[in-house]
C-alpha cells in the first residue's frame, strides 16, 4: 500500500509539474515578445535540438500537425509535440519497469499503447476547441465592432479595433484580417478567406451580416448589438450545461484509469500477476477490456457533449 501511495502521489506531482510548465512557458513566451518589442531581437546562438526542431517545424510533414493543434488550440508546435510523446513513453516504460516490476518487452508495448491513446485521446477532448474559443469571443468583437459603426467608424477602422484590442486567437484572425485589407485585399475575399479558416456556424451569420450591410447597407450596429446579446445568452447557456455535466465529464476520465492503476498496483503486490496477458486467453482478455474501457469512455463523453 506504501507502494501505490506513493505512486499515486508522483503522478499528482507529475501532472502538477507538467501543468506549472505550460503555464511558466506561456508567461515566458508573452516576456519575450514584450522584450524583443521594447529592446529588439538579439542575435542568440540555438541549440542543435532546436535548430533542428525548426528545420522540422518547416517541412511539409509538420504543417498538417500545425494544423491539427491549432484546432485542438495547443500551444506547442509539432516537433515539441512529438518530442513529448516520445518522452513521456520513454518515461512509462522506465517507470512501469521499475515502480511495477513490468519487464520488456510488456513494458514497451504498455509504453506504445499509452502514446497512441494519448495522442488519439487528446484530439478527440480537444476537437475543435480553437473554433469553440473563437466562437465564446464573438459576441465581444459584435460588441466592439458596433460600438465602432456608432462612434462614425468604418468597417476596415473597426476591424483595426478588434485586432488591438480582442485576445487571442479572434484578435489573431482579425490582425490577419487587418493586414489583407491593407494590402489592399478585397473586402469580399478577404472575409471569404476569413470564413474558410474558421468554419463556424454563428461565425458564418457574422460574415453574413457584414457582406450585406457592405452591399446594401443599414443600421449595423443595432444588429451586431443583437447578436451579440444572442451569443451571450447562449454562452452562458453553454456554461451552464457543463457545470451541470461536470461530475459526469470527470467520471469518463476516472473509469477508464482506475481500473489500469489496480492491475498495476496488484503487479505490485502478487509477483507475476501480469504473466496470463502474454497467454492467448489473457491477450483476448486484455484486448477485450482495452476496447471496453474505451468505448465506455466514449459512451460517457457523448451524453455529456450537449450542444445548443
Known sequence: MIIAALSSLSVLLAIWAIYSFLGYRTHKREWKRQAETIYGTPNKRKSYFVVLGDKFDRSPLASKMHEKLQQANVSLTPSEFYGMLILGGVTIAILSNTMFSITMPLNIIIAAAFVVISYYSLFAIRKNKYQQRFEGQLSEVCRLLGNSTRAGMTINQGVELVAHEVAHPAGTEFKRLANELRLGVDFEKALVSFQKRVPSR?????????????????????????????????????????????????????????????????????????????????????IMFIIGTILTFYLVRKVTNIRV
Open 202 to 286: 454563428d461565425f458564418k451569420l457574422f460574415i453574413a451580416t457584414l457582406l450585406i450591410q457592405k452591399r446594401a447597407g443599414g443600421n449595423l450596429h443595432a444588429i451586431l448589438d443583437e447578436m451579440a446579446h444572442t451569443l451571450e445568452e447562449r454562452k452562458v447557456l453553454n456554461q451552464t450545461i457543463k457545470t451541470m455535466t461536470a461530475e459526469q465529464r470527470f467520471i469518463s476520465y476516472i473509469l477508464p484509469s482506475l481500473p489500469i492503476f489496480l492491475i498495476l498496483v496488484m503487479n505490485t503486490i502478487v509477483d507475476d500477476f501480469l504473466k496470463p496477458i502474454t497467454t492467448v486467453p489473457g491477450a483476448i482478455i486484455s
